[in-house]
């Protein structure tokens, strides 16, 4: 990691204010070095206070690369992050993954091309975060796509769950709470051979930005449009990559069933009559639940159905 960072770590890591003379002796520099490293810091918008005691870091919201790393690293994910506004930071991560032979994460304050799933487009306004985890995991098959795009929404499940909120997902992976949309996953990968070479995760998640008096505003909700209160959008990206990559790490080591009992306690598709499309064939039926691999059963007329993908709506 740069100087910059190291310095912002030494900062934040502390309590009390740390003086401009001490982060000298420490990183071998003059106090007029360390100022400039101060400023970047600042320019990217992170808040460090300076009083005669020195430095100090006030923990705020600014979605910085130096922010975001720490978080990760808080959390013991020390990922190599990547912040920048972008066409799509799943397009970004595609690019980056040619060249990169290791774990990242790309995030956004917006994007200005934000894809959806299923050719569709999304949202991506000031204040949300967007963000695409790129992992290689060691062992896993196209086969596992879907459990994958599963364990992505139980990742940001958990996440809004510690954050008090009582989240649900609706198959296969767009998370709501109060009955709207909080969060969109669109999960990609790249196959060499016959496994996974790594899969791109993107997750766009409404945090500071307001759908109230939007076109959405029925369909949509942010964490902000509940409870009015703004949120570190770094905390929750870190925390949401830390949770994807152990539920990857524990589906390689143990299995699918935990993962899909936790996914199955918080799906609101199952149990109700849904109507989904297959191959331009509208099919309805009642949802009786998940098969070991996650895939949707659906009852129509008697008849079983299982669905392996698409959209599936409420009623017929
Ligand atoms: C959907 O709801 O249809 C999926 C939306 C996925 C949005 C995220 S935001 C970060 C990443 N970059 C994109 O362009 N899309 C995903």
Redesign the pocket.
């Known amino acids: 990691m740069t100087t910059t960072y190291e310095i912002f770590k030494a900062i934040a890591m502390k309590s009390s204010p740390i003086s401009g003379d001490t982060l000298g002796r420490q990183f071998d520099m003059s106090r007029a070095a360390v100022f400039k490293h101060i400023e970047k810091l600042r320019s990217a918008g992170v808040q460090i206070d300076s009083s005669k005691a020195g430095y100090s870091y006030i923990p705020n919201d600014c979605l910085s690369v130096y922010t975001l790393a720490f978080n990760m690293e808080k959390l013991g994910l020390p990922l190599r992050c990547i912040v920048k506004i972008c066409d ?4 970004e991560a595609k690019r980056e993954a040619l060249n990169c032979s290791s774990d990242f994460v790309i995030a956004a304050p917006l ?1 200005t091309k ?4 299923i050719n ?1 487009g ?1 949202e ?1 306004n000031l204040g949300g975060v ?3 985890l790129c992992l290689h995991p060691y062992n896993m098959y196209p086969s596992d796509g879907l459990k994958s795009v599963l364990m992505c929404a139980v990742a940001v499940a958990k996440t809004l769950e510690k954050l008090g909120f009582e989240p649900s997902i609706k198959w296969p992976n ?1 998370v709501y709470v109060n009955g709207k949309k909080i969060c ?3 999960a990609e990968s790249s196959i060499c051979g016959e496994k996974i070479e790594y899969f791109i995760f ?3 998640i409404n945090v500071n930005n307001s759908f109230k008096g939007s076109l959405l505003e029925d369909v949509a909700i942010s964490l902000f449009d509940i409870d009015g209160k703004t949120r570190t959008r770094e905390a929750i990206c870190a925390e949401v990559c830390v949770n994807l990559a152990s539920l990857i790490d524990e589906y390689q080591a143990k299995g699918f069933e935990n993962i899909l009992a936790y996914y199955i306690s918080k799906t609101c598709s199952i149990g109700r009559q849904v109507s989904t499309t297959i191959v331009d064939k509208k099919i309805s039926g009642f949802a009786k639940g998940l098969t070991p691999e996650g895939f949707l059963i659906l009852d129509s007329n008697g008849e079983e159905i299982i669905v392996h993908a698409g959209d599936v709506y409420a009623g017929d």
């Open positions: 799509s930071t799943n397009s994007q934000g894809k959806g799933r569709r999304f991506s967007y963000f695409s767009d969109g996953i669109l993107g997750i766009g």
